[in-house]
């Protein structure tokens, strides 16, 4: 009903910065929140940044200062830039929205199939 598709992971040196992009498409009456979430090998999925429909936004302490999430409603994108990456960075990095599916109107979750992020020198 709904695909969310990420782009913009990669391999990039410490202190380096990378843009991640994620759009949603499919059956969408509207987006409320959308957001970034990241995994690393042995460890549980959190959250890295969060951003309402109105623009609020909401990080995680750890990227504080360093990323930025931003949204086009028009678009149905959202964006993560990251800059001053660290090597514990590293992960697997989920876009998230909670959609109104049209036709039904029921709010359900989705997930990206995540793109890898790799900050090495």
């Known amino acids: 009903q709904v695909q969310l598709v990420e782009s913009g992971g990669g391999l990039v040196q410490p202190g380096g910065s990378l843009r991640l992009s994620c759009a949603a498409s499919g059956r969408i009456f509207s987006i409320n929140d959308m957001g970034w979430y990241r995994q690393a090998p042995g460890k549980q999925r959190e959250l890295v940044a969060a951003v309402t429909n109105s623009g609020s936004t909401n990080y995680a302490d750890f990227v504080k200062g360093r990323f930025t999430i931003a949204r086009d409603n028009a678009k149905n994108t959202v964006y993560l830039q990251m800059n001053s990456l660290k090597p514990e960075d590293t992960a697997v990095y989920y876009c998230?929205?909670?959609?109104?599916?049209?036709?039904?109107?029921?709010?359900?979750?989705?997930w990206g199939q995540g793109t890898q992020v790799t900050v090495s020198s």
């Open positions: 998230n929205a909670d959609v109104r599916v049209a036709g039904i109107l029921v709010r359900r979750n989705y």
